[in-house]
């Protein structure tokens, strides 16, 4: 029995699968004591066979032991377990590995990464897991560079170049996906200058396989890369924005399905996000906003399904699959589940793509329902085309659905995981963009409904008048959004059950397990235990880290244990919300696994109150009120995204520079004295009197904010009283 334990270890490394596991699908065993991918099976259902742990014991549950993994950013990876080892992936592409049972750390790896990067990152410094296969862990750094590691040292096997044009945008934040022979992985970066590609590794050698477009290129140069863009072209304007590349970064949402030999990806948004700019006389604009099939051993196309024609709102077809069984009118049917930031839920058959049922999670008006006959949605332009004005649009750019997993119970057939419902409205900035290499390329700028009833005020008054008269001003009015965990049936729409979260930015992934229980954390920095039935709140343990990633489970020595990645960032990562553990205890990224019978998890130190900010210097002469305008543009413009000095921000509040950093600006800013720390440099973007203008921008703030903080102080007010959530350019 111990010889061919073993060999049916070495099995499941091989072909990733959990054979523990007592339910299979086509995709192979569902997860047991083994974890094999991110999403435990193959499927990446994000379910469990476990019951050691369940709801008549859940109350004992307690921390076993936790790592700190040394960075302040987003962790959103979910671990992986194979033979009581866990493998899994940090900021920016670290891969650690532990003894699943105690904790004791084996290896981790770090890659050489340009800290240039985080030009062109628009959404932090995070990574969404690894794959293991043949004895080596495949992890994608922030660059772009596909790395297999040795799964026993951690040593580097080969390395590979996943971007076509290091000129460009590419960077990549997904989790690689093992198809057969190849290692797939996705390119990021649709807010800059990307055209999406798909690129397939061979797993001994690291030698290219082959790369699918999701874009065509520019007609003028030739034929197209390979022949399924020749059908995609027709659906653009000849005269599209070609230098820009028109998106479609397909950077998360990569399934494997053995059944078929298809890699089905989901492709990300158009660049800009307003058609109007990037394809004026419209179109379809094939292959954004879709899942894509593609042959694993040829990367050419077998079907594909587009979710989002003519994608004008950054709705990215990239959240989470899940491959199943579901029998769906009498009919046992292999299927996709696919809930995209559109705001629909799809069940597709994966073999051809047919579209067997699309039920709306949340209120929207870009369009008003989906043709099953069809496949197309019907479109609303008239509340939903912000080309000649400003429209409330829902849902918001950040989706209805992200990339945060949800779980599929085969047990109860439902589909579970957080759902945003939340609009914005959105508006063209005035004046024609000069689209830049590396730079972010959108005229279109978005205030979140949660905020909007606080900002109109301070708008323009054409403009805000404008918003006012728009009939969704009434949603707004009704709730201006939030998020919700549900369980929902696919095959009907119905939610089931829903627990509403801390916030409209609390989205955290799910698990569910044959315990009868479901897991979820929270950025308030718990984690919660549902029944899965009913959605009662069984138990929640205070960990004092925010916590967006999903938990996972296996088994050890007959032990089972959760595990969870926990640390706040990702989209919007600056703004830190107010209720979050990050905003009071600060963003320690930490690994926390618990069992039965575990103790207390340690909690963070809470934040001390904030103190005034520092004084200011001196405004070097020759400064005038014009200049500090002139920095100020140019500060939003090129800096905002990623400080927003804002009190508990995880990236610098500029209004509290020391006189240090004050004294090295220019060398910080046109020198790169940061880029190790992930500060880049904008000699490219910036001159030397443009940085000085940012300069004064900011000396002027941090002596207002010093003037306001020191009559607060005065009055016995707290300083830190959180400002607004406005993300321009989400």
Known sequence: MPRIKTILSAFCL????????TDESDTGPLAAENWVTPGGDIGKSHYSTLTDIDRDNVERLGLAWSADLGTNRGLEATPVVIDGVMFTSGVAGRVYAYEAATGRELWRFEPEVDMQINRTVCCDMVNRGVAVARGKVYVAALDGWMYALDAKTGAVVWKADAVVDRARGDNSTGAPEIAGDVVVIGNAGSEYDVRGAVSAFDLETGKLAWRFFVVPRDPALGPQDHPDLEPALKTWDPQSRWDIGGGGAPWDAINYDPETGLVLVGTGNGAPYATSRRSPEGGDNLYLGSIVALDAKTGRLKWHYQQTPGDNWDYTSTPPMILTRMSVDGEERPVVLHAPKNG???????????LLRAHPLVRMNWADGVDLKTGRPNLTPERSDYSDGPRIVFP?????????????????GLYIGSVQDLGNAI???????????????????????????AILPSLPPPLRAAIEALPEMEWVKENPGGTE??????????TKWAHKMAGWQDRGGALATAGGLVFQGSIDGHLRVFDKDNGALLKEINTGTAIMAAPMTYKVDGVQYVAVMAAWGGGGYPYVPPYSA????GNQGRLLVFRLDGGAVPMPDELPPLEPAPSAPQQASGVTDETISQGMMLFMGNCALCHSNQPRSITPDLRRMSEGTHAAFRQIVLEGLLVSNGMPRWNDRLSEAD????HAYLIDLQRQTRAEELEKQKRGLPLDTPGLTILSNY
């Not at 990050?582 to 205890?585: E, I």
């Not at 940085?691 to 940012?694: G, L, N, R």
Request: glycine share 6%.
């Open 14 to 21: 091989l072909v990733l699968a959990a054979c523990s596991g």
């Open 344 to 354: 629909f839920l799809y069940v597709l058959d994966r073999r051809d793509g047919t």
């Open 485 to 494: 965990l549900r369980a929902v049936d696919p095959l009907t729409g119905e």
């Open 582 to 585: 990050t905003y009071t205890r």
């Open 396 to 412: 918001a750019t950040p989706g209805a659905r992200n990339w945060h997993p949800a779980a599929f119970d085969p047990e109860t």
């Open 691 to 694: 940085a000085d203008a940012i």
């Open 427 to 453: 508006y063209m900035t005035p004046g024609q963009k000069p689209y830049q290499a590396k730079m972010l390329n959108n005229d279109a700028a978005l205030l979140f409904t949660s905020d909007l009833l």
